[in-house]
């Protein structure tokens, strides 16, 4: 069974960092990219940053590639999500997700393979 799990989550003021978790088990990273999509109040989902196979290339959106990176630990089977410069514009619902292949696609939410649960960030101002 797949699982991931992520975990990290709290709140946080402007400006400070937050690192987030997901552990994942049932699946390697040789096969799979990996990566963090978040969901706003009021917003649609959107993808911020993906690490593609293999430890791979990352692809990022604009708005989050000079403060947020991401990284796996194959030993400890989890990908982080390192979040600087906090805005209030960041608070929202993270997940992450896994797909056979990485890249713009992945960020657009296609060919996801498996979901994780949330975990909440708030943004105080």
């Known amino acids: 069974e797949v699982q991931l799990v992520a975990s990290g989550g709290g709140l946080v003021q402007a400006g400070g960092s937050l690192r987030l978790s997901c552990a994942v088990s049932?699946?390697?990273?040789?096969?799979?990219?990996i990566g963090w999509f978040r969901r706003a109040p009021g917003k649609e989902r959107e993808g911020l940053i993906c690490?593609?196979?293999?430890?791979?290339?990352?692809y990022s959106i604009d708005s989050v590639k000079d403060r947020f990176t991401i990284s796996s630990d194959n030993a400890k089977n989890t990908v982080y999500l390192q979040m600087n410069s906090l805005k209030p514009e960041d608070t929202a619902v993270y997940h992450c997700?896994?797909?056979?292949?990485?890249?713009?696609?992945?960020?657009?939410?296609?060919?996801?393979?498996?979901w994780g649960e949330g975990t909440p960030v708030t943004v105080s101002s």
């Open positions: 049932g699946l390697s990273f040789d096969e799979y990219a």
């Open positions: 997700a896994a797909a056979p292949f990485g890249g713009w696609d992945f960020l657009n939410g296609y060919g996801i393979h498996y």
């Open positions: 690490i593609s196979k293999s430890n791979g290339p990352t």
